[in-house]
Protein backbone atom coordinates (compact mmCIF):
# COMPACT_ATOMS: atom_id res chain seq x y z
CA UNK A 1 0.00 0.00 0.00
CA UNK A 2 2.51 2.51 0.74
CA UNK A 3 4.26 1.97 -2.59
CA UNK A 4 0.92 3.10 -4.14
CA UNK A 5 0.82 5.63 -1.74
CA UNK A 6 4.13 6.70 -3.17
CA UNK A 7 3.12 6.26 -7.04
CA UNK A 8 0.07 7.90 -6.46
CA UNK A 9 2.14 11.39 -4.81
CA UNK A 10 4.39 11.01 -7.73
CA UNK A 11 1.98 11.61 -10.12
CA UNK A 12 0.12 14.48 -8.56
CA UNK A 13 3.46 16.01 -8.95
CA UNK A 14 4.00 15.30 -12.51
CA UNK A 15 1.97 18.22 -14.44
CA UNK A 16 4.01 20.74 -13.09
CA UNK A 17 6.58 19.36 -13.58
CA UNK A 18 5.77 18.49 -17.00
CA UNK A 19 4.44 22.00 -17.66
CA UNK A 20 7.93 23.28 -16.63
CA UNK A 21 9.75 20.58 -18.37
CA UNK A 22 7.80 21.94 -21.88
CA UNK A 23 8.60 25.12 -21.39
CA UNK A 24 11.84 24.83 -21.25
CA UNK A 25 11.54 22.47 -24.61
CA UNK A 26 9.28 24.62 -26.26
CA UNK A 27 12.36 27.52 -25.64
CA UNK A 28 15.39 25.36 -26.48
CA UNK A 29 13.92 24.30 -29.97
CA UNK A 30 12.85 27.88 -30.63
CA UNK A 31 16.35 29.10 -30.13
CA UNK A 32 17.19 26.31 -31.97
CA UNK A 33 15.18 27.11 -34.55
CA UNK A 34 16.27 31.03 -34.97
CA UNK A 35 19.88 29.95 -34.59
CA UNK A 36 19.28 28.03 -37.33
CA UNK A 37 17.36 30.40 -39.92
CA UNK A 38 19.96 32.62 -39.07
CA UNK A 39 22.75 30.66 -39.87
CA UNK A 40 20.63 29.94 -43.29
CA UNK A 41 20.30 33.57 -44.13
CA UNK A 42 23.67 34.24 -43.15
CA UNK A 43 24.58 31.98 -46.44
CA UNK A 44 21.94 33.60 -48.49
CA UNK A 45 21.39 37.26 -47.86
CA UNK A 46 24.69 38.12 -49.61
CA UNK A 47 26.19 42.27 -48.64
CA UNK A 48 22.62 43.99 -49.80
CA UNK A 49 20.97 41.65 -46.44
CA UNK A 50 23.89 42.07 -44.08
CA UNK A 51 21.88 42.92 -41.08
CA UNK A 52 19.05 40.25 -42.09
CA UNK A 53 20.05 37.29 -39.80
CA UNK A 54 20.54 39.49 -36.67
CA UNK A 55 16.65 40.73 -37.56
CA UNK A 56 15.82 37.28 -36.66
CA UNK A 57 14.54 36.60 -33.09
CA UNK A 58 12.99 34.37 -30.88
CA UNK A 59 10.34 35.19 -28.43
CA UNK A 60 7.99 33.05 -25.56
CA UNK A 61 4.78 33.60 -24.71
CA UNK A 62 2.34 31.39 -22.47
CA UNK A 63 -1.64 31.95 -21.83
CA UNK A 64 -3.53 31.59 -18.70
CA UNK A 65 -1.83 27.82 -18.37
CA UNK A 66 -3.24 26.60 -20.85
CA UNK A 67 -0.62 27.18 -23.75
CA UNK A 68 2.94 27.75 -24.71
CA UNK A 69 4.09 29.70 -27.93
CA UNK A 70 7.45 30.66 -29.36
CA UNK A 71 6.82 32.91 -31.91
CA UNK A 72 10.32 32.64 -34.07
CA UNK A 73 11.16 34.97 -37.53
CA UNK A 74 12.39 38.54 -38.65
CA UNK A 75 11.71 41.40 -36.33
CA UNK A 76 10.42 44.21 -38.23
CA UNK A 77 11.94 46.62 -35.86
CA UNK A 78 15.09 45.60 -35.97
CA UNK A 79 17.48 46.67 -38.92
CA UNK A 80 16.73 44.95 -42.11
CA UNK A 81 14.10 42.86 -40.27
CA UNK A 82 10.98 44.51 -42.13
CA UNK A 83 12.60 42.98 -45.57
CA UNK A 84 12.01 39.12 -44.23
CA UNK A 85 9.16 38.46 -46.55
CA UNK A 86 11.49 39.73 -49.24
CA UNK A 87 14.39 37.24 -48.20
CA UNK A 88 12.19 34.57 -47.54
CA UNK A 89 9.92 34.33 -50.45
CA UNK A 90 11.13 36.54 -52.79
CA UNK A 91 10.79 39.54 -54.74
CA UNK A 92 10.62 41.17 -58.48
CA UNK A 93 14.33 41.76 -57.52
CA UNK A 94 15.53 38.18 -55.90
CA UNK A 95 14.49 34.51 -55.57
CA UNK A 96 13.10 33.26 -52.90
CA UNK A 97 15.75 32.34 -50.22
CA UNK A 98 13.41 30.04 -47.84
CA UNK A 99 15.82 30.20 -44.45
CA UNK A 100 13.18 29.46 -42.09
CA UNK A 101 11.70 26.66 -44.49
CA UNK A 102 14.24 24.92 -44.33
CA UNK A 103 15.36 25.21 -40.93
CA UNK A 104 11.82 24.11 -39.99
CA UNK A 105 12.21 20.13 -40.37
CA UNK A 106 15.10 20.24 -37.70
CA UNK A 107 13.24 22.35 -35.53
CA UNK A 108 10.22 19.88 -35.28
CA UNK A 109 12.44 17.01 -34.63
CA UNK A 110 14.12 18.80 -31.71
CA UNK A 111 11.14 19.67 -30.62
CA UNK A 112 9.65 16.62 -30.70
CA UNK A 113 12.58 14.76 -28.91
CA UNK A 114 13.18 17.95 -25.93
CA UNK A 115 9.65 17.34 -25.48
CA UNK A 116 9.48 13.58 -25.37
CA UNK A 117 12.50 14.13 -22.63
CA UNK A 118 10.49 16.28 -20.81
CA UNK A 119 7.22 14.07 -20.29
CA UNK A 120 9.81 11.34 -19.94
CA UNK A 121 11.70 12.89 -16.68
CA UNK A 122 8.41 14.10 -14.82
CA UNK A 123 6.48 10.63 -14.84
CA UNK A 124 7.12 8.28 -12.16
Known amino acids: MNDFADLARDFEKAPAKIASGLFDAFRGA ?67 HLDGLRAMPLAERRLDRLADAAIGFALP
Open 30 to 96: GEGFRDDWQHNAQATSGEHGKHYPNAITTEMRTGALTSIEVETGPESGKRQGGMGPGFEFGSQNQPP
